[in-house]
């Protein structure tokens, strides 16, 4: 295989047509050799997945400590129990559409990093907030920053990435998050062992109000890393190419990939790109088309039937955290109970993240460019229903004679969940979709996940309690397996990417495969995947017509 390089004089250069022009930009990107740009990608947007995942779960920690300072008799009721765990969802939906359709109608750099910069001011105003309204107003505007994250960085790393590690560069910003559980976890740890003596002493609790803040507020610091990276890199050559239609100034953020700088051109009339304009009825018109709306659905239709699940899975937390040896405490002394249960959730949450949730994302980052994207996600949903099915029917033997089992079963579902659709359903969107719809439709998907989300909050938060406290625990299990069940065959309708380039995805080139520059086979092996990330490809002999040619690493499989 072939691919073009830059041409051997200016000569060549103004020869071009602009189709040709637009190929060699997108062939620079496609088939890129592994550079420090592509790491600074990465950690750039995994610092966003690392503070998004920090706040979002510290957050969670820090609703029973919230509860304890501003709720009646210490404790939140049933609605503002509810009330707080439905923000975190409904935040995420508004932030996901609104910073999707931004970055599609403005461009990836102009909206990338506001979102982060609202997430950071809002904690700083969340942790300063004197009474609960203030806490409340502030979090769903940290949540909405945290929604616009998703498609802005699973875009923008899809854009910039090589055709042959594409998969595993989504995966490594998308692992963060595992990280910034962990983390939030580990620091609401140690901040809780700091005031044990200070929150023992005082029965008004004031001492669990400075541990909250410190905890959330300690989430702007990872934050301060990202912004000013995210301030700095190039807007993305395909969004310049097809939707601002700048072929000159898409040239030249391409070579940001390959040397680390980049030239802003005004001095010249831009050559423009002949490509389809982003407008409402053109959106109607392409999504119309059953071939372009079949993965949207399934896209969308898989990350909502997950969600489903798995903000279902954590209505009940306490019976795993008991089943481990950290459940809800038993002392009778009111402070004393107070700092146990803190201690436990985090103890237990960093069990828990430990057993299964972090593990899940690295083994996707070492197969998703070998086996592909929809094995893992087929695979994960089979094993999640089957999962569940145990879970459910045997809910009642498992949890009287072995909760251990009933543990290992859920680090088991949350391994899965991420060796599986939870990874995939971020990926996928961020290359299915032709540019200038391709994070409007990344925010789309998403949002149904956190609509899903939303629904199994509010549905199944007093269907549990059917018949007595946890008693309807198993049937809930039992529906949360029949969604498992739907994202099998939601699966069926997006195609395989590992491979192919986004052009080709998304039938933005039509000649594509008859000119064979963008597709290219993976490594076969994990070492291959691995060491060729940071091996050069020879260059094969300039060609007749002028052109240098990049070898092909190996024979193609699709």
Known sequence: MTTFSPPSSPTAERQLSKAQARRKVLAEIDNAPFTQFHVRTVLTAGAGFFTDAYDIFAINLCAYMIGLVYGADGQLTRSQELGL???TPVGNLVGQ???GWLADKWGR???YGIELLIMMVATFGQTMAGRGPGVNVFGVLILIGIGGDYPLSAVITSEFAATRFRGRMMIGVFAMQGFGNITASVVALIVTAAFKDSVLDKPDYRSVDYVWRIVIGIGMV???????SRMTIPESPRFTMDVERNLDQASSDADFVKFGKFDVIEDRVPRRVEV????RRDFIAHFSKWPNLAPLIGC???WFALDFAFYGLGLNPSLIFHAIGFGNSKAENLNQRAFDNMYNTAVGSIILSIAGLIPGYWFTFAFIDSWGRKPIQFMGFTVLTAIFIVMGFGYTKITTSNQASFAFLYALANFFQNFGPNSTTFVLPGELFPTRYRSTAHGISAASGKLGAVLAQVLLLYAKDIGG??????HILEILALFMMTGIFSTALIPETKGRSLESLSGEVEDQDAIGMFDQGPPQSLRE??????????RAPPSSDGWEGLGSTGPNHF
């Open 85 to 87: 765990k439905i923000a």
């Open 300 to 302: 969308a239709w898989s």
């Open 109 to 111: 750099k102009k909206i």
């Open 222 to 228: 990872p934050g301060l890393f990202a912004i000013w």
């Open 529 to 538: 995947q691995f060491t060729s990330l940071f091996k050069r490809r020879p």
């Open 469 to 474: 406290p946890n008693k309807s625990v198993d």
């Open 97 to 99: 559409l609104v910073f």
């Open 276 to 279: 389809p304009k982003a407008s």
